[in-house]
């Protein structure tokens, strides 16, 4: 149906439409149009009041920032799955494009302890290379999410790959529009990527765009990709992947955490103190030991 829409838009407007859908589902970072939902971790989300809402997200906020100091690492790559909204809002191309590359995730970034805060540096079509709180990029949608980390054999690479980042952040280096490989623009997994390589360690290689685990399963996209676009089935991107392609089947990773489906289930407080967060994570998260 989505496709159909092309055929009453001029051409000019049809290739612009085309490149920008085509080149989100490529990368899955999030997209123009791009929202955040009332947090589905509460139980009466319609119900509470705006002081209410304010109390819960300021909780689950510390929640959060505390779970991320105390279970996770320097260096960690952090992956979620985004909300990315074309077409009037009628298309997510986050899940689209997960969809396509058979993964659990649509975004990734690296993770970075500054003074005291956990913070993750990535990159979005709104922004340029930046960085944002651990609990704002949990938060931002609040669905799957799951985080690797260095076999401590190449744990060297890290603080050259959180370098790599802060001085991207301070070029104010630009979202990679077309998707090219190179470093003058960056998407989300090739900043990861770069920036690992920065300290002598490879991730992945990128996939072919017709190599994607399900790309077959979409003739009418690949016949947008020939007709709106100068993307061809042969260009390569990084991808989030799964455990066979992309930085995620890194075998130079290891799973920390893997939290597949719609939402992640935290106890909401009553008067409970944060310092229980380790305990809380470890009962509702699939931690691996």
């Known amino acids: 149906m989505l496709f159909r829409l092309f055929e009453f838009i001029p051409k000019s407007g049809s290739r612009l439409l085309g490149a920008l859908v085509i080149a989100l589902c490529m990368t899955g970072c999030q997209s123009v149009g791009a929202r955040s939902f009332p947090s589905p971790f509460s139980s009466d989300a319609c119900t509470q009041s ?13 929640f959060w920032e505390n779970w991320a100091l105390e279970n996770l690492q320097e260096g960690d790559i952090v992956f979620r799955m985004g909300v990315s909204r074309v077409a009037l809002g009628l298309f997510d191309v986050s899940k689209f494009s ?41 938060l931002k949608y609040g669905l799957a999410f799951g985080v690797k980390r260095l076999h401590p054999e190449y744990a060297s690479a890290i603080s050259d790959a959180i370098q790599y980042c802060r001085e991207a952040q301070t070029r104010c280096v630009p979202f990679d529009r077309d998707f090219q490989l190179g470093d003058e623009r960056l998407y989300c997994t090739e900043l990861i990527e770069l920036a690992y390589r920065s300290g002598g360690v490879k991730l ?19 016949r947008l990709i020939g007709c709106t676009s100068e993307m061809v089935p042969e260009q390569r991107f990084y991808l989030p992947g799964n455990d066979e392609i992309g930085i995620w089947s890194s075998p130079k990773l290891e799973t920390i955490i893997v939290q597949p489906g719609t939402a992640i289930a935290v106890p909401m407080p009553v008067d409970n103190p944060l310092g229980t967060s380790r305990a809380v994570s470890r009962r509702r998260l699939s931690i691996v030991e």
């Open 98 to 138: 997960a969809k396509m590359a058979d993964s659990n995730y649509s975004h990734a970034g690296i993770l970075a302890i500054e003074n005291g805060r956990a913070y993750v540096y990535d990159t979005t079509r709104q922004n340029a290379v930046g960085r944002n709180g651990f609990s704002d990029f949990v």
């Open 50 to 62: 705006p002081e209410e809402a304010a109390v819960e997200q300021a909780w689950l906020a510390q």
């Open 204 to 222: 992945s290689d990128p996939v072919r765009l017709d190599a994607l685990p399900r790309y077959d399963e979409h003739p009418a996209l690949t």
